[in-house]
Every structure is written in C-alpha cells, then in structure tokens.
Antibody
C-alpha cells in the first residue's frame, strides 16, 4: 500500500520560497511505473497541476507553464521522497498543496498526500 | 490546455435516487492507439484529498462501490450514482490526462435533498 506523507511550513512570507516535502512509503521514488506530482487547490483556481518528476532510465521533470519560471521539483532517492520549491511567492500562491502519485499503467492519480495549507502572508 | 467543464455546479438529490454529473472536454480525450478515453473521476470530502473513483472514463477503481459508474466517449462524459447514499455527499471532479498539462473540471457539489 502506497502512502504519501507531506511536511513543510504552513506560512510563508511574500517573495520568499515555499518548500514542501512528500515522503513515499510502499513504493520507490525511482519506480518506472510512477510519476510524482504536486497539485494545489484554492477557491479561485480550483485544482491546479503544478508539475511532476519521474524516472525512466534518467530523471525528468515537467512543469505547468503558469509556474515554470518559479518551480523546482526534486527527487531524493536516499530518503525516498520528493520536494517542491516555489520561489517568489505572492498571496495568490495561498492554497492547499498536495503531492500525488500518477500510476503510468492507468494514468490515474491514485494516491495522494494529506494536503498542506500554505498561506502566503507577511 | 484542454478545458474541462462540469455541469451542474451543484446538485441536490434525494437519498436512494439517481445522481448524474456531466463533464465536457474542449477536445477529444479518446486515445486512438488503445481506444481508451483518458478521463478520470474523483470524489472529495471536506478536509480530504481527492479520491480516485473511475479511470479510463468507465473503469472503477478497486474498492469503489458499484453504485458509481462512468460513461461517455470523446468529449462528453457522465458520472452516475445509481442510488445516492448519505456518505456520497461530496464535491466531484473530472480530470483529463490526454495531454499535458493535466486539467480538472471546476467541480460539482452533490448534496442531499
């Protein structure tokens, strides 16, 4: 059974960097049949996919155009986790952030972290 | 980006009655190489992450009650709950994965009448 456990601060100041980590149990972050995603949810934007990292002989990332200049998603194979960094945040980045596994067999986001409410405020 | 539009935005149904939620994509999500519609349905209850109900438009995820069913092809899809139970009160989302970026519908709030 795959489980995703998120950690990270719930309050970030404007212009600073939002950092979250998603620890994976029950599967390797290097799995060839998974991609590891970050998704956020806010009343104004709904559910918004931010990006993903995945391993297929080498590591690759895909990012949403809306955040591409500010986002980094990195795997950490030693700890079996992956992280999200979002730079230069504004109050519009206030949202609940989720990590989620995409199973490449059925392309479904089938396992989700518990969610982290991140508020951008001074 | 593929735009996903759900209807209605909210829905009130009596216990035991049928509920139907529609989802329309701005372009076809039918993947010709395997003839599968790359569309999924999710259920979200307050304070919880979305839960996968259906993928490939009509395949129920393991453990999902059989009162939930998905149908449709191309650009028009429906999630049907055959006999509404109290625990089905939630917001429901469709999602396409035909092309990047993954996009979601705006959600449909389902309540008990």
């Amino acid at each position: 059974q795959v489980q995703l456990q998120q950690s990270g601060p719930g309050l970030v100041k404007p212009s600073q960097t939002l950092s979250l980590t998603c620890y994976i149990s029950g599967e390797s972050v290097s799995s060839n049949t998974a991609a590891w995603n970050w998704i956020r949810q806010s009343p104004s934007r709904g559910l918004e996919w931010l990006g993903r990292t995945y391993y297929r002989s080498k590591w690759s990332n895909d990012y949403a155009v809306s955040v591409k200049s500010r986002i980094t998603i990195n795997p950490d194979t030693s700890k079996n986790q992956f992280s999200l960094q979002l730079n230069s945040v504004t109050p519009e980045d206030t949202a609940v952030y989720y990590c989620a596994r995409l199973c490449t067999i059925n392309s479904a986001l089938d396992y989700w972290g518990q969610g982290t409410l991140v508020t951008v405020s001074s | 980006d593929i735009v996903m539009t759900q209807s209605p935005d909210s829905l009130a149904v009596s216990l035991g009655e049928r509920a139907a939620i529609n989802c329309k994509s701005s372009q076809s999500v039918l993947y010709s190489s395997n003839n599968k519609n790359l569309l999924a349905w999710y259920q979200q209850k307050p304070g919880q992450p979305p839960k996968l109900l259906i993928y490939w438009a009509s395949t129920r995820e393991s453990g999902v009650p059989d009162r939930f069913s998905g149908s449709g092809s191309g650009t028009d899809f429906t999630l049907t709950i055959s006999s509404l139970q109290a625990e089905d009160v939630a917001v429901y989302y469709c999602r396409q994965y035909y092309s990047a970026p993954i996009t979601f519908g705006q959600g449909t709030r389902l309540e008990i009448k």
